[in-house]
Structure formats: structure tokens, C-alpha cells
């Protein structure tokens, strides 16, 4: 039953793009494409519902991780076989859920963010192949297809972010979105190569899965485990745009807030911690501090350069990154479950931000449904100007006290922010973050390693500052006086049809909903330096316990050691840097008692190097990609003069000793010659006789009889 | 029967359209479709009829031909041949197709296509060596005039270079087959040209062909002959030419087919026939290692970077086929399963996509009359199908996973990493480039503000969708349920000489 299930989730989707694809070709426009994709994600959905349920009647089966079913031979040849199967365990549930949830609401709201785009149909496609990839990238049950998924989601990106292709910003920023993703991509491949080269197999689970062949491998594999680790993380840190790979997801705001909110936030670039999630096994305690670190590192770069955006999405895009830093911290940190529970709940928040923000850029933009003629100044003469490259009705400079405006956006978008920004016990955002820092807090009391302290602290610093920069976010557009009175008089509350999903992603930033169903059904695997290195024997209990402290179901923690002083501390601590990174907004945006731009000008360097973001982008495209441009001009040219100069070389210079043996002849055994062999050429007439007029081409021809004169010589000496 | 039919059918095809009256050209084809039809049929037929579970070589026809030297009329078809002879069939209707607006002398153009396809076929089948290379030789001429008198503005020096590059090659293979049948005496005095013979007493110890030396230096002979049709670096140069110069169905053929045969030439003589040869170049060469594998991933990063620095549309195309037979090489250097499999799965695979590679930047010259990448933009708003349809194939080419291009590159590489890490590694650099080039591409014809020149430029109309179709369909579906493919040779890859 749970693989008709799965089929059904994977095919409603598919059949839903495959069906515009069809009518396309046949040169008829599916114009019902937006009921189409957003009912056959529905269904998906209530599958998904469903089959969560089966997890929720019998947590103890799918609680263990492991339950590869279906299993067909894709590939097989005699010693090489590559199977398929789908993957179904409680991890496989929720992410289901969580995706079909996101993917339905965002469908909905489509409807009337993207009403009368002339690519309306086209759209509604495109986010139906994407929710088929992401879907199927879930429940593979082996690294192969979780790479097959996980390409498809990004070319599906790649159609979605230049989805306004006419755009340059656009064409870009897919193009750049594909390529970074792919760097990373090449690198997991060599890491699976060597798994497979190994152990002759991409299956994870199961009796001949990876992670119980791992068991098998000596103490001295470790190191060679740990690049291989370090390698698939790779695919990830391109695909959940960690550092230093991070660049194309700000760029990706180019595209449609729909496909930001689904793909750029909640699910694809998600689907980086679920790959470490689900390597998670195979980690060892190097490849762990490496993810850790990349995470943290990312968490905290990332956050800072939010605080001084202007850009609406593009805040909102730093703070994914540096969300999705937490959760692959807490992996690294070794708390499988805690990285996952953040990733939940910030599917959630992270989805609703987005969705509010389109809401509010819905409102400001005079004219959305023509993106083709750029600018409208004729209509609005006091329309505002693009700056710094900036949409105007992205530009928080020319928003301000929108929540007179846009309640319900305002409303849902505070509790979103309340959450992200880590508030104590209402919100699901506060929960999950505690969970990764006293995750990580605890790994470091543990081990005594001051690498994790250091990661802690970065965590926690990256936790006031996502409080700073989401509040002022708030603060610069809803509070406040218009600073641009033009575009506020025409904002105006978005339709039902998006406000609905802002609601719904609205409750579901609650915790309740989250803590009921990640927390109480994910079962941390062991890892595989547990086994091979005896010392740490114990830290898998210990992992588990901090994974699955819980405070108020303590049916859940029973088995397990208490709530560990590692979480008290770090939870007062969180709630302490989130207070002052909301006081400190608050302090500068709302009250304006201080004011930014004084502090930008007494620290300009900084400031210029956060609102450059750190010149890695400059650093990309002036050295790396014109280094490559470079090279492959210089191989091409190589190619046209050296090495085909070198052909042609040769060929004057046989051209001349032939001509010359060839003068030694007589003028009629030259013409008998060429008469005779070539003669198959001179009857075809005079078109063709144009071919050996000029000089050079004679002599090639004369070379060319030659060569036949020598073939007919061996055959008469064989 | 089968295989004779298919093999002499468009040699007949090619006779009648010669024949069609001057004034009824259009008749010339339609008949030449009907006729590229039937080999089509005759090879779906051999599709059902061949049994890939048996190792036997099937429909075999063996008579007498030049008694003098043994020579023998013998064909017959393993796994790998039949995927070929389909792959060749399928596109002979899809050329004929593509080639509709030809107007100059096009009796002659489809007659010597149609002469093209009886070599291909032919070649395919051949179990002697003589035949084989009589084939091989039958393949070029036709060539030859298709580029030198339908080609673009330079097309008689690329046909010369096509012509004399190829004819390099081919003179050292003869005269490597013919010391391969100087040495191949079964009986004393009784020699032998045929395949099978030849690929048991290579492996005879004792027998004169078994000598490493004499396999080492057959191989070069060989080698050499097929890597110019691959081609390999260095021999790559006349491919960029002939295909830039070619009318857009000779440039599919070329990718799809004609480089086909080196590397199938590589399997059937090098690979099977010289075990010993190829034992020393994929590792007898001390620290060089495995040249095999050099040569492949020189390809792989010198055809990328190349084609990432072309303008032209079609050079852009004819240099990534450098790169994805690099794969081919790669998969081949690595004599294993996965390997050799997906080596010959690229074959398959490079075939069908460099064909819609080609038959695309067709249609877009047909409107354009110029391929330069920078002079186009913006098209995607005028030809939303014509941009769908190409961003399919520039996928598949890609390697995307779910499309068939994927599959093939990622065999080869694992089996080629079992072997060689760190050129395996190396040859990931065109994984990367591929992408860089081919969406580098999409953007500067198909994004961004539309070229005010191409305001009216006209869709990709019903007969170039349906050349495209069958392609387009196979991409997707070898790329999902790629057994269809590697069902039919498998047995192929497991008879060879594998480590």
C-alpha cells in the first residue's frame, strides 16, 4: 500500500507536466495548467497525509530507518547492478509532507501572484516537475537516485529563476544557479564513485546497503572514508548554497517569490541537509567537524550580510543561507534529529516569509503583469527609480508602515519573524534553533574540542544577528511613516487566494505541529566511527539523548538521560542574543534612536564589505570564470592554429614533394592518372569539377591519387 | 536474408532516385523516404527477432566472395551491431526528412545519402575484415561529394581535409589487416579474413597473431585508422571543419554515425581482436599508464574547453562530440563491465542527442542564415517550442540525470574510477565545462531581450518537430529505462577481452 502511495505522489505531478509538455508540442496552450497542477499536488498531498498516518499507527516499524521497498534492477549487468527502490521511513514522511504542504500552498498562491503572466500555463508546469523531482529525490532509496532527483530539481530551478527570461539579471542568475550547483555536484559524484568502487553498490540501507558495509572497513579507512563523506557533502554545500558556494542563491531571487518561497527556501536548497542527513552513518568525526564548520561558517557570513540589504528577497535569501548553516551545523554537530526539526520548521517560517514578501511586492508593483516593458515612468512620473539595482517595489527604502495596508501579510509575516528570530516557547523556530545549539554545545562539552566551542559561539552570535536583521526587516515595512507615499496609496491587501497559504504556513510556524511530528518519530542512526573507533562507543547513546530531549512530551525522553545542562545554557543564551538583536533593531529602525546610516559612515570599510558580500562574487567572476574563458580561448586557439596549423603543414609540405615526384613524370601519366582513378569525381560535372580548381586543391588531389596508387600497390603485393 | 536486404535495399533506393525524370524531384523524396523506411522496419524487425540472452552471433550469411585471398561474403550481428544498425536506420528517414529544402542536383544528394547508408549498415554487419574495410572505404566517398558539392562556403577544403585525414587513417589500417592476414594462417597456406577466426587465434597461445609485438604494433595500424573517425586528439581537426561546412543531415549522419564507427571499430578489432595490444596501451606503459585513458580524457577537457571558447553555433556542437566521445574512451580504457557498457551506451546515446543537436542549430540556420552564438537573442519568446525542444537536448547532452546522456557518461566513469582515480577525476572538468558551455549557449540564442532582427522569426514547423520527435522520445526514454539499451548488448560486452 505505501508504494501505491509513493506512485501516486510521484506520478500526480509528472502527469501534470507531462501533460503540458504534450499539448505544447501540439501547438495548443493548456490554459487549465493552474487547476491541473494545483489539484494533481493536492492528491499528492493527501498521500502524503496519508501515509504519514501509517508512520504515526506504527512508529516503531518506520521509526527505524531502513525500509527499502519495491527495489527493481535499473541497471544490471552481469557483476555491476544498480537497483531502484523507494525508501520509506519517518524521515521520508515528514520530508513528504513538509514538500507536498509547501508545494500546494505556493500552487495556490500562484494563482494569484502569477495571474496574467503570459507564461501563466508554463509556470504552473514548470513548479509540477519540480515538485516530481524533489519528491522522487525523497524517496530514492540509494545515492544514484537521490543524484538523479537532485539534478532534476536543479535544471527545474534553472527554469524557474529565469523564468522572465528577458531579463539579463535573470538569464544570469539560472545560468550562475546551475553552474555553482553543478561544481558541487561533480564532487558528490567522485565521492559516490568511491563508495561504489568500495562497495559495489549505491543502496544505502538494507543487509547490503552502504551503511552496513561500512562496518566492515578497518580502523586505517577512516581517512578515506572521510574524503568520500567530504565529498558528497559537496553536492550539498552546492545545492543549500553553503559557503563557499553560497553565491547563487541571492541571485535566484530573480525568479518568480513562488518559486523563492518552494525551491530557494523551503524545499530544493533543503534537500543539501537532507543528503547529510541521510549520509549521516557514514560521517566520521573529521568529515562531522567539516560539515560543522562549513555550516557555521555559512550561518554567520551569511547572516551578516543580510543586515545591511535593501532588497526585500534578497534578506530573506542571506537568512536561508544562513538557516540551512544551522541545520547542516547541527548535523556536523552530530545531531541528525535537530537538523531535521530545524529543517521543518523552517520549511515552514522560511515559505511563509517568502510568500509575505510576494505578497507585499504583489501590492507595490504598479503594473505586474507585464514584466516585458521594464519601467513604467510615463504613468507615474513620481515613480520611484531603480538604485543600486534594486526593483522599486523590492526596495524596503520605499516601503514603511505597510501594515495599515496589508494586515493579514503583516500579521503572519511577525509571526514568522518571531519564530526565525528564535522567541522563546511559542514559536516552532525557537524550538528547533535550541535544538541545534544545544546540540552543538553539548558535542563540545563532550569532546572538550574547542573547535566546537568556537562553532557555538558562531552560532550564537548568527542567532542575534538573524534577530537584528529579520526585525528591521519588519520595522522598515510595515512600521513606520511611507517613505514613499505613491506606491503605498496603491498597495493594497493581496487576494484570498494568497492570503490563505500565509494563514496556513502562518499556524503551522506554531510549534506545536512541528514538535508533535519531527521530534517524536525520527530515530538517530548510529554512526560509523562508533563502530570502528571503540573510545567513542558511547557517544551514539549521548547524540540520541540531546537529539530527543524534549520538554513536553517526556514520554519521548523517558529512555533517554534527562535534559542535559548543555541545553539549559544554551538556551538561555539563545534567548538572550535573539532579545538583543530584536532591542537592537528596534533601537535603530523603529525608535531610530540611533541611526544605521551614522554607523555605516563611522565604519564605512565594513559596511563596504558587507554590502559587497564580502567581494566573493567579484573575486567568481573576475578570476575564476575569466580564467576559464581565458583558458578555452587559449585552447582554441591552439586548436585552430597550432594544432590544425600542424595538419596543414604537413599537407603543403607533402603537397610539394609529391608535386615535385610528380613533375618527374610525364604530363600524361600524371593525366592518365588522374583521369583514370579520380575520373569517378569528373563525371559528376562541372559543380563539382569547381572543386579542384585553385592550385592547393590540384596538389591535394594529385596527394590523393598518390595514396590510391599506394593502396592499389598492396593489394597487388597481398 | 535480413541483413542482406537491409544492407543492398537503399544501394537499390539509391539507383531509382537516380532514375526519377528531372521534373518530378519531388517524387525523388518521397521515394527516398519510403525507401529509408524499410531498412527502419527491417531493423525494428531484428530488434525482436535477435536474442540477446544467446552469446552466438545471429543472422549470419556467409558465402564466398574473392577465393584468391579467402575472402568471404560474411555478415552477421552481436548485440552492439544491432543497437548501431538501429540507431542508423532510425535516422535514415529523420536526414531525408531534414534534407526537404535541399534544391540543388537533390537526386544525386539522396542517391549518394542513400549509398551512405548501405555502407553504414554494411560496416555494421561485416564479419570479414576485408568486407569491413570495403565498407568503411564505401562510407567516405559518398561523404566526400555530400560536403565538397552541398556544403557551405568552404566546403571544398573541408571535404579534401574530411577525405585525406580519413584516407590517412584507413591506409594504415589496411596495412595493418593485411599483415593481420599475413599472420593469420589456419592451415598451412590457408589464410583468413574473418572476424571470428581471427578473435580465437589472437587468443591461441603460440599462434602468430597471440605475439604481443606483432598485436602491439596491429593495434597502432588499427588505432590510428579508427581514432581519425572518433576522432581522437590529435586527428580531431578535419571534424570541426567538415561539420561547420556540411548541410544539416550530413552533419547528423557525421556525429551520429560516422564517428560511431571508429569507436565500434575499436571494440570489434582492437578491443576483441589485439587483447595483447590492448593490454599494452591501457597498461603496459610504465608510468604512462593508460594511454587509452590519457587519450580519453584529453578529449573530454580539450574538446570541452575548445568548445567553450566557439561562436559558432555548429563548431560549439561539433566540439562537445570531441568531449562526449572522450567518454566513449574513457568507458573503453577501462575494460570493465561499467565501463565498456557505458561506453557503448554512450555511443548509442551521443548518437541520438549530437543528432538533434544538429538537426536544431539546422532549423535555426534555415531562418537565420548565419550560426553566430552572439548574433542571436532572446529567441525563447518567439520560439517557446523550438527553445524547449533544444534545452531537452542541450540536457541530455549535459549529462541529465533522467535523460539518456546521463546514464552512459556515469557508467564509464564508474567503471573507468575502479581503475584510474585520478584521471577519472580529471576528466569531471568536463562535466562542468559541458554545463558552462551549453547553458552559456541557452542564454546568449534563447534569453534574455529579444534581437529586434528576429521580431518575425517563424516557429520550428510540424516537419522539423516531427524529425525531432523520435530522438527527443528516445533521450527521455533510454534515460529513464536505459535496459532497453543494455539489454540488447550485454552479452556483447561480457564475450570481449574484459579485466
Excluded at chain 1, 40 to 53: E, G, V
Excluded at chain 1, 395 to 412: A, E, S, Y
Excluded at chain 2, 330 to 347: D, F, K, S, Y
Amino acid at each position: 500500500m505505501i508504494v501505491t502511495f509513493i506512485f501516486i505522489i510521484l506520478i500526480c505531478p509528472l502527469a501534470s507536466f507531462t501533460f503540458f509538455a504534450i499539448s505544447s508540442l501540439m501547438g495548443r496552450k493548456s490554459s487549465r495548467q493552474d487547476l491541473i497542477s494545483t489539484f494533481a499536488m493536492l492528491i499528492a498531498f493527501a498521500c502524503a497525509f496519508l501515509l504519514f498516518m501509517q508512520v504515526l499507527g506504527n512508529p516503531s516499524i518506520y521509526k527505524v530507518a531502513g525500509a527499502s521497498t519495491h527495489t527493481t534492477d535499473w541497471i544490471q549487468i552481469d557483476n555491476v547492478s544498480l537497483p531502484m527502490g523507494f525508501l520509506f521511513d519517518s524521515v521520508t514522511s515528514i520530508m513528504l509532507l513538509v514538500v507536498t504542504i509547501v508545494s500546494s500552498l505556493v500552487h495556490i498562491f500562484s494563482i494569484g501572484y502569477m495571474h496574467g503572466d503570459p507564461r501563466y500555463p508554463r509556470f504552473f508546469a514548470y513548479l509540477s516537475l519540480f515538485s516530481f523531482s524533489m519528491l522522487f529525490l525523497i524517496v530514492a532509496d540509494n545515492l544514484l537516485g537521490i543524484y538523479i532527483g537532485w539534478e532534476l530539481v536543479g535544471l527545474c530551478s534553472y527554469l524557474l529563476i529565469g523564468f522572465w527570461f528577458e531579463k539579463d539579471s535573470a538569464a544570469n542568475a539560472c545560468k550562475k544557479a546551475f553552474l555553482t550547483t553543478r561544481v558541487g555536484d561533480v564532487g558528490m559524484f567522485i565521492g559516490m564513485m568511491m563508495l561504489f568502487t568500495k562497495f559495489h553498490t549505491f543502496t544505502l540501507f538494507g543487509e547490503n546497503g552502504i551503511f552496513e558495509l561500512v562496518n566492515n572497513l578497518e580502523s586505517s579507512d577512516l581517512t578515506w572514508l572521510s574524503i568520500a563523506g567530504i565529498l558528497i557533502f559537496c553536492g550539498a554545500i552546492g545545492k543549500s548554497a553553503q559557503f563557499p558556494l553560497h553565491t547563487w542563491l541571492p541571485d535566484a531571487m530573480e525568479g518568480p517569490t513562488p518559486v523563492s518561497a518552494l525551491i530557494h527556501a523551503a524545499t530544493m536548497v533543503a534537500a543539501g541537509v537532507y543528503l547529510a542527513a541521510r549520509m549521516f552513518p557514514i560521517l566520521t568525526d573529521v568529515s562531522s567537524l567539516f560539515i560543522a564548520y562549513v555550516g557555521g561558517i555559512t550561518a554567520i557570513f551569511a547572516a551578516t550580510i543580510a543586515i545591511v540589504r535593501w532588497d526585500i528577497k534578497r534578506v530573506l535569501a542571506y537568512s536561508t543561507v544562513s538557516q540551512l548553516g544551522y541545520m547542516m551545523l547541527a548535523i556536523g554537530a552530530g545531531s541528525y534529529v535537530a537538523g531535521l526539526f530545524h529543517l521543518t520548521t523552517h520549511a515552514f517560517f522560511k515559505a511563509l516569509l517568502f510568500l509575505g514578501s510576494g505578497s507585499v511586492i504583489h501590492a507595490l508593483h504598479v503594473h505586474h503583469n507585464d514584466h516585458d516593458d521594464g519601467h513604467h515612468d510615463d504613468e507615474h512620473s513620481d515613480q520611484p527609480v531603480e538604485r543600486d539595482g534594486i526593483p522599486p517595489e523590492q526596495d524596503m527604502r520605499n516601503m514603511g508602515g505597510l501594515r495599515h495596508k496589508m494586515p493579514v501579510t503583516f500579521w503572519t509575516m511577525l509571526i514568522a519573524t518571531l519564530s526565525i528570530s528564535g522567541v522563546p516557547f511559542f514559536f516552532s523556530g525557537f524550538w528547533s534553533k535550541d535544538e541545534v545549539l544545544g546540540a552543538t554545545l553539548e558535542r563540545a562539552m563532550e569532546s572538550g574540542s574547542a573547535h566546537y566551542y568556537i562553532l557555538f559561539f558562531m552560532a550564537l552570535v548568527a542567532a542575534g544577528v538573524t534577530a537584528l536583521y529579520m526585525f528591521r526587516l519588519i520595522f522598515l515595512t510595515f512600521t513606520g511613516q511611507p517613505r514613499d507615499q505613491g506606491m503605498y496609496e496603491h498597495a493594497h491587501e493581496s487576494p484570498k487566494s494568497m492570503i490563505i497559504p500565509l494563514i496556513i504556513l502562518a499556524v503551522l510556524s506554531f510549534p506545536i505541529v512541528n514538535k508533535w511530528s519531527v521530534k517524536k518519530y525520527i530515530e538517530q542512526p548510529g554512526q560509523v566511527h562508533n563502530h570502528l573507533a571503540p573510545e567513542h562507543a558511547n557517544q551514539f547513546v549521548l547524540y540520541a539523548a540531546a537529539g530527543s530531549a524534549d520538554h513536553h512530551d517526556s514520554t519521548s525522553h523517558t529512555a533517554h538521560k534527562g535534559h542535559s545542562p548543555a541545553h539549559n545554557i544554551a538556551m538561555g543564551l539563545s534567548i538572550f542574543v535573539a532579545g538583543l538583536g530584536i532591542l537592537l533593531s528596534a533601537l535603530f529602525y523603529h525608535w531610530k534612536t540611533f541611526s544605521a546610516e551614522t554607523i555605516a559612515n563611522k565604519f564605512r570599510g565594513v559596511h563596504r564589505i558587507l554590502w559587497n558580500k564580502y567581494f566573493i562574487d567579484e573575486f567568481y567572476d573576475g578570476i575564476i570564470v575569466r580564467a576559464t574563458i581565458i583558458g578555452a580561448k587559449i585552447f582554441g586557439g591552439i586548436d585552430k592554429y597550432l594544432v590544425d596549423g600542424l595538419v596543414n603543414l604537413v599537407a603543403i609540405i607533402v603537397n610539394y614533394i609529391v608535386a615535385f615526384l610528380v613533375g618527374l613524370f610525364d604530363n600524361k601519366v600524371v593525366d592518365f592518372l588522374v583521369n583514370s582513378v579520380a575520373g569517378v569525381t569528373w563525371k559528376f560535372g562541372g559543380r563539382v569539377r569547381r572543386v579542384q580548381t585553385g592550385v592547393i586543391q590540384n596538389y591535394l588531389f594529385v596527394i590523393l591519387t598518390g595514396v590510391i596508387l599506394l593502396i592499389i600497390i598492396f593489394r597487388l603485393l597481398v | 536474408m535480413l541483413l542482406t536486404s537491409m544492407i543492398f535495399i537503399p544501394l537499390v533506393g539509391a539507383i531509382i532516385v537516380l532514375l526519377v525524370p528531372r521534373d518530378r524531384e519531388d517524387a525523388a523524396k518521397w521515394i527516398a523516404f519510403l525507401v529509408t523506411l524499410i531498412p527502419l522496419f527491417l531493423a525494428v524487425l531484428l530488434y525482436f527477432q535477435y536474442d540477446p540472452t544467446s552469446v552466438e552471433i545471429q543472422e549470419v550469411v556467409e558465402t564466398s566472395w574473392i577465393k584468391a585471398f579467402n575472402i568471404r561474403y560474411h555478415t552477421g550481428v552481436d548485440g552492439l551491431s544491432v543497437t548501431l544498425i538501429l540507431l542508423t536506420a532510425l535516422l535514415g528517414p529523420i536526414c531525408v526528412g531534414a534534407s526537404w529544402k535541399i534544391e540543388k542536383g537533390i537526386k544525386v544528394y539522396l542517391s549518394l545519402f542513400l549509398l551512405l547508408e548501405t555502407g553504414m549498415i554494411g560496416f555494421f554487419c561485416a564479419l570479414d575484415l576485408f568486407l569491413f574495410y570495403v565498407f568503411f572505404e564505401l562510407t567516405l566517398l559518398p561523404m566526400y561529394f555530400l560536403i565538397g558539392v552541398w556544403g557551405g562556403p568552404r566546403r571544398e577544403y573541408a571535404a579534401i581535409k574530411f577525405f585525406l585525414y580519413t584516407l590517412f587513417g584507413s591506409v594504415l589500417m589496411l596495412i595493418a589487416m593485411i599483415a593481420v592476414y599475413l599472420n593469420s594462417s589456419v592451415d598451412p597456406g590457408l589464410r583468413t579474413f574473418d572476424i571470428p577466426t581471427l578473435i580465437s587465434l589472437a587468443q591461441t597461445s603460440g599462434h602468430a597473431l597471440a605475439d604481443p609485438t606483432f598485436q602491439i604494433w596491429a593495434f597502432l595500424g588499427f588505432f590510428i585508422g579508427f581514432a581519425v573517425k572518433v576522432p581522437i586528439f590529435p586527428f580531431h581537426t578535419w571534424l570541426p571543419d567538415a561539420h561547420v561546412e556540411a548541410p544539416t543531415a550530413i552533419s547528423v549522419v557525421l556525429a551520429a554515425i560516422l564517428l560511431k564507427m571508429g569507436t565500434y571499430g575499436l571494440v570489434r578489432i582492437n578491443f576483441a581482436m589485439l587483447p595483447a595490444g590492448m593490454d599494452f596501451f591501457t597498461n603496459g606503459l610504465g608510468r604512462w599508464g593508460n594511454a587509452l585513458a590519457i587519450l580519453g580524457v584529453v578529449n573530454i577537457i580539450y574538446g570541452s574547453l575548445c568548445a567553450l571558447a566557439q561562436t559558432d553555433f555548429k563548431k560549439l556542437v561539433a566540439y562537445s562530440s570531441i568531449g562526449h566521445m572522450g567518454f566513449v574512451i574513457l568507458g573503453l580504457a577501462a575494460r570493465n563491465e561499467a565501463g565498456v557498457t557505458g561506453a557503448i551506451l554512450q555511443m548509442l546515446n551521443h548518437g541520438v542527442i549530437s543528432a538533434m543537436l544538429f538537426l536544431l542549430v539546422g532549423v535555426v540556420y534555415d531562418r537565420a542564415h548565419h550560426r553566430d552564438i552572439n548574433g542571436f537573442g532572446g529567441l525563447g519568446a518567439k520560439m517557446p517550442i523550438y527553445t524547449g525542444i533544444t534545452t531537452l537536448a542541450f540536457m541530455a547532452s549535459l549529462g541529465l540525470p533522467g535523460l539518456s546522456g546521463f546514464v552512459g557518461e556515469a557508467l564509464s566513469l564508474l567503471g573507468a574510477y575502479s581503475k584510474f582515480q585520478l584521471l577519472t577525476i580529471l576528466s569531471t572538468i568536463g562535466i562542468v565545462v559541458g554545463a558552462a558551455y551549453f547553458l552559456w549557449t541557452l542564454q546568449r540564442v534563447f534569453l534574455g531581450d529579444l534581437n529586434p532582427k528576429y521580431e518575425a522569426i517563424e516557429e520550428i514547423n510540424m516537419r522539423e518537430i516531427a524529425t525531432l520527435i523520435p530522438l527527443g522520445v528516445l533521450t527521455i526514454v533510454l534515460g529513464i529505462w536505459p535496459h532497453f539499451a543494455i539489454e540488447m548488448f550485454r552479452n556483447s560486452v561480457v564475450g570481449l577481452p574484459l579485466q
